[in-house]
């Protein structure tokens, strides 16, 4: 009860560690390598610690349904309210577990008939790995922040890090790449069912407009924003009850260039590339460069833009 009491949670705090040092715990917590050891134990932050070590240590090994069980148990105790970065270390912990068992699925490679298939696939799985890795990378920087190296210390920094960027990143670089060359893509950038982004004006934002009952609507544009982060801020908005959000994407411009992708986005009949000292883009013979610019684009269509 004293433990769990929002107002006297700190003295007991203080005379845990003071017992904890008198009698040597850390030292004999050692010897307890398996969590469901220390899954009932709340009495000394030391536990915690040695509970974390665990399950770091083996996190592979072990049933997703247990570290989702050991996880939600140890997010609702002491020592995660008492202390952000426990809370920090368990979600990192989820996190890298969720990569670690969507990386078994594709132990073989990233293998598929099509780029189609392949673009397909990563809508509706494979952008994941990108989610897991950026929710183990944000817990993990809140962790170092707070001053705990637990998560390195036990090499799963190093391990994620190395799975996303040298395994993730580059096998499926070199897949796609393989599928837009086998299909010379390049010759015509177009995938069966797939929205272009040039067309985005006449796909997604006039046809809204030639509907009676709409008056405006508004686009923002943030550079960057990855598919996965996207695909969260649709699952809050969906949460939320009040609103409805649906979920969409399109093949981007090549080359992939913040001007052209953003002047692609603008109404236009013809986009050019018009290459003096250096490369300018325009929208039927209007520069898509800064935002005076694109505001004329938009003026022809009773549109404007503003920086936000």
């Known amino acids: 009860s004293w433990r769990e009491s929002r107002t ?15 009698l040597e715990i850390r030292s004999k917590l050692d010897e307890f390598k398996q969590p469901s050891h220390l899954l009932q134990l709340e009495t000394f932050e ?29 997010l609702r105790g002491h020592w995660c309210y008492a202390e952000r970065k426990y809370a920090s ?11 670690f068992d969507l990386k078994e699925k594709y132990v073989d490679g990233f293998v598929f008939p099509s780029a189609g298939a392949m673009y397909q696939a990563y809508e509706k799985e494979i952008y994941e790995f990108d989610y897991y890795y950026r929710l183990f990378a944000e817990h993990a920087i809140d962790v ?27 096998d499926f670089a070199i897949a796609w790449g393989n599928l837009v060359d086998n299909e010379s893509l390049l010759a015509n950038w177009t995938l069966p069912g797939i929205p272009n982004q040039q067309n985005f004006f006449n796909d997604q934002v006039k046809h809204i407009l030639n509907k009676t009952q709409i008056k405006r609507v508004f686009v923002i544009i943030s550079d960057a924003l990855r598919y996965e982060v996207a695909h969260e801020i649709h699952q809050q908005i969906n ?32 986009l050019t590339a018009h290459l003096n000292n250096k490369v300018e883009y325009k929208a039927d013979g209007i520069s898509v460069h800064g935002l005076e610019n694109r505001q004329k684009v938009l003026a022809k269509h009773g549109g404007i ?4």
């Open 239 to 270: 949460d939320e009850k009040r609103f409805k959000a649906e979920m969409g994407s399109q093949l981007g411009v090549v080359p992939s260039y913040t001007q052209l992708g953003m002047g692609s986005l603008l109404p236009h009949q013809s």
């Open 8 to 22: 006297l949670s700190e003295s007991y705090n203080q005379v845990a560690t003071e017992v904890a040092l008198e």
């Open 144 to 170: 170092h922040k707070h001053g705990s190296d637990i998560l390195k210390a036990t090499g799963l920094v190093a391990d994620m890090e190395s799975m996303y960027v040298d395994w993730y990143l580059n």
């Open 305 to 308: 833009a503003f920086k936000a």
């Open 89 to 99: 270390i368990y979600k990192a912990l989820k996190a890298a577990k969720q990569f």
């Open 46 to 74: 030391e536990a915690e610690q040695q509970l974390i070590k665990s399950i770091a240590q083996d996190l592979p090994a072990f049933d997703s349904n247990d570290i989702a069980d050991w996880i939600s148990q140890r």
